[in-house]
């Protein structure tokens, strides 16, 4: 039915939105500001330059801002000198890229972090050989909603926007998708999208580990790769 399936990274690939989300707290805390886990909601799914503006609300200011950016910075520098990688693969992530790969489904990431970080991480996972083309935030001149990223990833795949699948976690990863003319499934991390993109999409997953059962119906390729 499909000929290809595009990944959002954060919080679809990588359980990054927890860790960078505890580091927020704890640094707004070093100003004697309580962030609340909904007040962080805000932000989730945002493009950087939005994500600033409220946490500058949130935290007293744009010197404030700064303050706790440097803090964050340094708490998530500090979870990489064990050796182990900074944000863990999500469940199911790595199963079901095996399946595809296996399929000969061609997958690319379409992902707001900068190309590098998008290659730098799933390399340290070790599932970055699953994807032929990768999309970053600094390669675009908007960022999701706009579906600049999704058109870029698909060209780059050399696939019909509407011969893909992409899979997002967030409000605005998915509403780019359906702009771009992909089909949307939604595997929901911190936020759960609201009704109106819900209704949207293509499907809802609870997690990657459920997308498995549909590979005959999304991507009823031959099993081509061992």
């Known amino acids: 039915m499909f000929s290809a399936a595009i990944f959002d990274m954060d919080g679809l690939l990588i359980d990054s939105e927890r860790p960078i989300m505890a580091a927020w707290m704890a640094a707004a805390r070093t100003l004697d500001v309580e962030l609340s886990h909904a007040q962080y909601l805000q932000v989730v799914g945002l493009a950087t330059a939005e994500s600033e503006i409220i946490l500058s609300g949130l935290l007293g200011g744009p010197a404030a801002f700064r303050h706790a950016l440097e803090h964050v910075r340094q708490a998530l520098a500090l979870e990489r000198s064990d050796g182990t990688p900074l944000f863990p693969i999500k469940p199911g992530a790595a199963e079901f890229l095996g ?128």
């Open 99 to 226: 399946a595809l790969r296996a399929r000969g489904t061609r997958c690319a990431v379409a992902s707001s972090s900068t190309s590098g970080q998008i290659q730098a991480c799933l390399g340290s996972l070790g599932v970055l050989h699953h994807f032929e083309a990768f999309a970053g935030g600094d390669e675009v001149p908007r960022a999701k909603p706009d579906p600049a990223l999704y058109l870029l990833a698909a060209s780059r795949l050399g696939v019909d926007p509407t011969q893909c699948i992409a899979f997002e976690d967030s409000e605005n990863g998915a509403k780019a998708a359906l702009a771009a003319g992909l089909r949307v499934v939604i595997v929901p991390d911190l936020k759960h999208p609201p009704a109106a993109i819900v209704e949207q999409a293509f499907h809802v997953l609870e997690s990657l580990h459920d997308a498995n059962a549909h590979l005959p119906r999304w991507f009823p390729g031959e099993m081509v790769r061992p």
